[in-house]
């Protein structure tokens, strides 16, 4: 493994963003995991299949297009949707874990760490990352900063309706039996409610260097 900072967390909490942040700050390469998830919803959504359905969900997870990651259109509230239904199948995880694990072991450009983003990253994918973020804001804040991104995509919604949809996905991906949400026993918590996005990556920063500066040194003198 290479060093590996973990950032999981509720929907729209703001983990996407401190990850892009840390990894520009340190050099590491950055993947969203959720991308995976949703281009994985796309698929079968895209097939007419059902993204409840064991067998639609894995040829979509084995079928998805990683080039399709910047397109909006995986960021609806459908493929939102979708992409949690598919991420409780064991099947579907499994098939995208090789995918994460070799992101983390050889990260893309030969950088020295990665970054990565999810809701299982600190527990299951990479349960010895060298730092663990567990980031979180109010429902109601998280709510706004969803809602204005989708504005600013031009996906024009009402904000109730976001809420709604974080809140029950939330619930969803806290309750399945497999690779639930949870923080990790060592993930660092980062509640971002009060917090700017400069202030939020200074304190996220503050949590994690010591750990990441420290790896580089020993990775320096090996
Ligand atoms: O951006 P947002 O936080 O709303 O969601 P996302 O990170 O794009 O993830 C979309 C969905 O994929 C989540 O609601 C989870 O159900 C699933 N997911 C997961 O199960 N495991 C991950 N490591 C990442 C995402």
Redesign the pocket.
Known sequence: MSIVIAV??????G??TLAKMLARHFGFAHL???????LTALAVLEAQGDPASEADALKGAQTLDFNRAGDPA?RSDIV?KA??QV??IPAV?DALLAF?RDFLTRPPGGSPGAVM?????GTV?CPTATAKLYIDASPEVRARR?WTELKNMNIRRAEQDVLAE?NA??A??KSRPV?P?KQAPDADLLDTTDLGIDAAFAAALALVSSKVEGALKDRHRG
Not at 8 to 13: F, N, P, R
């Open positions: 999981d967390g509720t929907a729209a909490s983990k996407g969203d995991s959720g991308a995976l998830y949703r995986i939102g992409s949690s991420a409780a995880r994460q983003d999810g809701r299982d990253i994918i969803r974080l996905r939330d969803a991906d690779s949400l």
